[in-house]
């Protein structure tokens, strides 16, 4: 028994001591499959002598088959150039599956969510709900109105509630001019593009795929690989993923570890000047969510008016949005800057773009993944060392945050006032949404009035 025992011990030394994991789905950015990353490790259960009272969540849609821009970009052209090749596979030692690989993307796919991507929101429904038992079930889920995000939704409500008739959708208008009062407030901000980005990101693309180029030619000297293919084989990793379920293009002999953190970095790069700190109007952008969030958090359902019209507060919030909002949101609440700690005010210096800042803290896949969620708590706490009274605090993909400079609370919440304080300084530093967008249409509107207004 003895020995046995030993042996087992030295079995599990060794693999604690020795082994190297990497699961390339950890580092797709935007295409990421949904995971938890604990970044950073902090416990997401209530704090000691804490209940949570109130939520709310921003969420983006579940997996898609894949996005209009990776599909005509990278995916579409590699398939057919792979249709029109006369390489014999069989002879290649990491592509052989390419003899007889069909994609799993169709046309009439495009944008579409995978079951795997229903499934997954309908889990996240029964994750929140088993996270907070005593809420009222949600009168109303909020959601833009593409296919892809209604359908979250309605997966999400159906792990949620035990009788979906009794919460409404509430489906909100993607307008070019809805100014800031939509869940795609990018889209109506005329200072945003979605290309932003693609300039900083490009050479680095070029600079971390030429390697691998060199190393596939070899193999397959007939196919002339250009960067976009290495890029659309990564982006098929995932997926084909999220659609069959595994991927033949994930295996780290096809491409190694750092192959797959130089196309997560080709990605941050992309998002840090897109929706991230390296764009001077993300946290304008992000701001309306956050201020009309917080209204409803702190209501006491009288006063200051933000209850719906029938006089009625939700123990929960849940929004439905694209992969765009969720960073901005982030910047706007100065989470997860590169910056924080440092004297050097310029971040941009942080996200070099000709080699790796592995420890920087923008990861556009623990950020944006499929169904990525950032939750806003309020808490009822009543002692271990701390005054008794309402605290906050905000969970990107269930890892409590630190919100900077108000974290002294219970699990390095925010006390009440103290919050209310924090997010006035964020409005004076990312108030002004049409000014800062450039708004060039009429009618606009600074607030997002979705969960107040009768719509
Ligand atoms: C594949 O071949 C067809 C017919 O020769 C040609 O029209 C098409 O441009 C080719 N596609 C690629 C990606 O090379
Ligand atoms: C491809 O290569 C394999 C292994 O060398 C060989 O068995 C097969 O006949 C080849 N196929 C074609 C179409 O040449
Ligand atoms: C919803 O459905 C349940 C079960 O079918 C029913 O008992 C309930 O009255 C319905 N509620 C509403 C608001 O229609
Ligand atoms: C290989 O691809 C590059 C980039 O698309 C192109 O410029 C070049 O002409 C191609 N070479 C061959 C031999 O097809
Ligand atoms: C970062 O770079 C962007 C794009 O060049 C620029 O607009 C922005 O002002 C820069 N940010 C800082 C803090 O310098
Ligand atoms: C990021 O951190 C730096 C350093 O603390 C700070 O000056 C800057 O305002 C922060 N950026 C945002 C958007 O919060
Ligand atoms: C939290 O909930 C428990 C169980 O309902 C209750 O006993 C406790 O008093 C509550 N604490 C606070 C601070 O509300
Ligand atoms: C302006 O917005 C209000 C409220 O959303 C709407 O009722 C009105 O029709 C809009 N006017 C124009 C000219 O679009």
């Given amino acids: 028994m003895r020995s046995g025992l030993s042996v087992l011990l030295v079995a599990k030394f060794a693999a604690s001591a020795f082994s190297y994991s990497f699961n390339p789905l950890e580092h797709l950015a935007g295409i990421a499959p949904y995971f938890e990353p ?43 150039k792979l249709a029109n090749a006369s390489v014999n596979w069989s002879r290649t030692r990491d592509l052989a599956f390419l003899a007889t690989w069909k994609s799993p993307i169709g046309e009439k796919d495009e944008e579409q969510l995978t079951q795997v991507g229903e499934l997954e929101a309908q889990k996240l429904g029964v994750e929140v709900l088993q996270r907070y038992p005593n809420f009222k079930p949600p009168k109303k889920v909020w959601t833009s109105t593409a296919e892809r995000t209604t359908k979250s939704a309605e997966s999400f409500i159906s792990g949620l509630v035990r009788y979906e008739n009794e919460t409404e959708m509430v489906q909100v208008y993607e307008g070019k001019e809805a100014g800031a009062n939509s869940l795609t407030p990018y889209s109506s901000c005329p200072a945003y593009s979605g290309s932003r980005g693609s300039d900083q990101s490009k050479p680095f693309q070029t600079r971390y795929t030429a390697p691998i180029i060199e190393r596939l030619k070899a193999q397959a000297p007939g196919f002339n690989f250009t960067n976009n293919d290495i890029v659309g084989m990564q982006e098929l990793c995932g997926y084909e993923t999220v659609i069959r379920g595994s991927s033949p293009f994930c295996s780290l002999s096809l491409f190694t570890p750092n192959d797959w953190l130089g196309f997560e970095y080709a990605n941050d790069l992309m998002y840090h000047y897109n929706t991230g700190y390296g764009f001077d109007v993300s946290g304008a952008i992000g701001m309306p969510w956050v201020t009309a969030t917080t209204q409803q958090l702190l209501s006491d359902g009288v006063g200051n008016a933000v209850a719906n019209p029938e006089g009625e507060l939700q123990d929960l919030y849940v929004s439905f949005t694209h992969r765009e909002l969720p960073p901005t949101v982030i910047v706007a609440l100065g989470l997860f ?16 773009t000709d080699t790796i ?22 808490m009822e706490c009543d002692s271990y060392g701390y005054g008794q009274g309402e605290y906050f605090r905000v969970l990107v993909n269930k890892s409590p945050q630190s919100l900077p ?51």
Avoid at 428 to 435: E, I, P, R, S, T
Wanted: proline share 8%; hydrophobic share 30%; aromatic share 12%.
């Fill in 38 to 80: 604990s970044d950073p490790p902090l416990d997401p259960s209530p704090p000691q002598g804490c209940n949570v009272t109130r939520a709310a969540y921003l969420v983006r849609h579940a997996a898609i088959y894949a996005n209009d821009f990776d599909f005509e970009e990278y995916i579409e052209p590699f398939v057919q």
């Fill in 337 to 352: 800057n590169n910056s924080a700690f440092s004297s050097s005010g310029d971040v941009n210096a942080t996200m070099p």
């Fill in 357 to 378: 800042n592995h420890n920087r803290a923008w990861k556009s896949s623990n950020i944006l993944p499929f169904l990525t969620n950032v939750a806003v708590e309020k």
């Fill in 405 to 455: 400079g108000c974290n002294y609370g219970p699990g390095e919440s925010c006390p009440r006032n103290a919050f209310v304080e924090f997010i006035s300084r964020r409005e004076a530093m990312f108030g002004g949404f049409g000014q800062k967008c450039g708004v060039d249409y009429g009618n606009s509107t600074d607030t997002l009035g979705i969960y107040s207004s009768a719509q």
